[in-house]
């Protein structure tokens, strides 16, 4: 458990990162990705794990989990850096609802009538993080509205990248699939940084190594080592508590205050992602059982 809390604790921190290192998300994230390829290669390598895919096709999955990895990462930053850590957090734990609404499209079936009603949920909490709906005294700038839709956009393209992962790639170790999704990822958007290695600050390099050795790699490690000994449920549920680490640290670093509206919005939301998660992982202890 202490483990587990560990890790969450260290994914909830990886936000506030958007807002410390003063370099546009897509630079963030392209540095991040490349440092973490270097990592995880070492990783795999000391491990005497495979590195070769089995076949081409799974390469093109690779990819394509890579540009979703690759949209899903800067649109997260980029939405934190034009609104709050609390907005970006928040508008990116939808994603366990877009999960349940795509995820059967796959199957070729219809969302459930529950699945439906838990989205009208989480909109009426979306709606709560908008301050001209529910005051006339608040303005909403641009770049907060800009920040909730790409909030938004990172939790689609989260939850379309762990189906993929689920119903394409599961042959794989969490660790090969990292490797492939930051790889690509790295590959699409250096091309496109804006600040060369030598521009950037010492203090920014520092924050760089920070993020990608501790807030990055290490709460996967310790998320992974954690789950051989608890149950998935135990870990989905405690994983909700990364947006409260989120906004607590970024309430106490960056001096952000959430309004009372966001903080309703956000436990509305939460509260029906961590139904549905609740739910899923019953149904599929079901279906384990059935099958025994």
Not at 10 to 39: E, M, N, W
């Amino acid at each position: 458990m202490l483990k587990l809390h560990l890790g969450v604790m260290l994914l909830g921190v990886s936000g506030l990162f958007a807002k410390l290192i003063q370099l546009s998300a897509t630079d963030i994230i392209a540095y991040r990705s490349l440092l973490t390829v270097f990592v995880l290669f070492i990783v795999l390598r000391l491990s005497k794990s495979k590195i070769r895919l089995n076949s081409f096709k799974d390469y093109k999955i690779a990819l394509v989990l890579g540009l979703l990895a690759a949209t899903h990462w800067v649109t997260y930053f980029t939405s934190i850096q034009m609104s709050s850590v609390a907005v970006g957090m928040i508008t990116l734990f939808t994603y366990p609802v877009f999960t349940v609404l795509l995820e059967p499209l796959f199957r070729k079936q219809r969302p459930s009538l529950r699945d439906i009603l838990v989205s009208v949920v989480v909109s009426f909490g979306i709606s709560m993080l908008f301050p001209t709906l529910w005051s006339s005294g608040i303005t909403l700038s641009d770049d907060y509205l800009i920040g909730i839709v790409l909030g938004l956009v990172s939790a689609i393209t989260m939850a379309l990248r762990n189906i993929g992962i689920q119903h394409y790639f599961k042959a794989y170790s969490g660790t090969q699939s990292m490797f492939y999704q930051f790889l690509v990822t790295a590959l699409i958007l250096m091309p496109f940084v804006g600040t060369s290695p030598i521009m950037i600050s010492v203090d920014d390099w520092q924050l760089l190594i920070l993020f990608t050795a501790f807030f990055s790699a290490a709460p996967h490690v310790l998320f992974a080592s954690a789950i051989h000994k608890l149950s998935a449920k135990t870990a989905g549920l405690i994983a909700y508590l990364q947006p409260l680490y989120g906004i607590s640290l970024g309430f106490l670093l960056l001096a952000e205050v959430p309004t009372l509206m966001t903080l309703l919005g956000g436990v509305i939301i939460l509260s029906a992602a961590i139904y549905e998660t609740y739910l899923s992982n019953k149904h599929a202890k079901n279906n384990e059982v059935t099958q025994e």
